[in-house]
């Protein structure tokens, strides 16, 4: 094989590569906004500071590097566990009532993408 068409195989390769993985995380964060808003996240929630609860940005950062952090996020949202806040008080975690998966799959990316 010569140099020309290993070089034009390659860069095929890198661009696949690079196709791929911004489809892997590709998400609508104005969607996921209006989801995580619609599903009053955002009352206890802010994006990049605390409220009442940490903010999606130290959720993320909490997250980061998790291999099941997808799967525990999601967990999060949709199980109504319990959390405990500073102050001591504990409650059930609203679940969100959506039950459009593509839905919760951009808020979940959104959300982990947050603290990158």
Do not use: P, R, Y
Not at 21 to 42: I, M, N, P, V
Not at 44 to 72: P, Q
């Amino acid at each position: 094989m010569n140099a020309k068409v290993m070089t034009a195989m390659m860069s095929g390769l890198c661009a696949a590569g690079l196709l791929m993985s911004t489809q892997a995380f590709a998400f609508d964060a104005d969607e996921a906004q209006a989801l995580a808003k619609k599903e009053g996240c955002l009352k206890c929630h802010a994006v990049d500071k605390k409220k009442e609860a940490k903010s999606l940005t130290e959720i993320s950062k909490s997250l980061k590097g998790k291999a099941d952090a997808e799967a525990k996020l999601l967990h999060h949202l949709t199980s109504g566990e319990k959390v405990k806040f500073e102050d001591g008080k504990e409650e059930e975690h609203k679940v969100i009532k959506t039950k459009d998966k593509v839905a919760i799959k951009n808020l979940t990316d959104w959300i982990l993408s947050l603290g990158k």
